[in-house]
């Protein structure tokens, strides 16, 4: 039943949205390093350059996450995926330092931003696969205790990245 009628158990153990089916983000842009979402597991912002109160609550969370993952830190990469025009880079290497800062402006950066899901998106914080596909999505406004226990299961359970 589970296999061929398409029946899931109701219960889940994942406390973020899972993207179905998952999204294969671009490789190579001018916009982003080539190796950019591949090898690492990625925690990821999309949200503008100004960077307001949401983006500020979602970089927050995402750096105390990455940081709670203790010895499997070195695992997880952060990346604000920046539309329109960036500030001063100092204050972002500044508060949050090993942060990856891409500009999405251009043709290149709108495909990348494209795939991600729209709706809600500056309140997401999104998790990429080492092999660059983009799987799920967690809401900023949730407890992130959340998205820091599914990474963990993600991590303990996967064989790459």
């Known amino acids: ?20 089916p998952a999204r294969a983000l671009p490789r190579a842009s001018a916009a982003y390093a080539s190796g950019t979402f591949t090898h690492e597991w990625s925690l990821v912002y999309v949200g503008a350059a100004t960077c307001d109160d949401s983006c500020r609550n979602a970089l927050y969370v995402m750096r105390q996450t990455h940081l709670g993952l203790n010895s499997d830190m070195e695992r997880v990469q952060r990346v604000f995926v920046a539309i329109g025009t960036l500030p001063a880079q100092e204050s972002f290497t500044q508060e949050h330092p090993g942060l990856m800062v891409i500009d999405a402006t251009g043709r290149d950066g709108e495909k990348l931003v494209q795939q991600f899901p729209e709706s809600d998106r500056t309140q997401a914080i999104f998790i990429v696969d080492p092999l660059g596909n983009l799987m799920m999505q967690f809401d900023t406004r949730t407890n992130p205790k959340g998205l820091r226990d599914d990474l963990t299961k993600l991590l303990k359970l996967s064989n790459i990245g």
């Open 1 to 20: 039943m589970y296999y061929g009628a398409g029946w899931r158990p109701a219960q889940r153990t994942n406390h973020g949205k899972l993207i179905l």
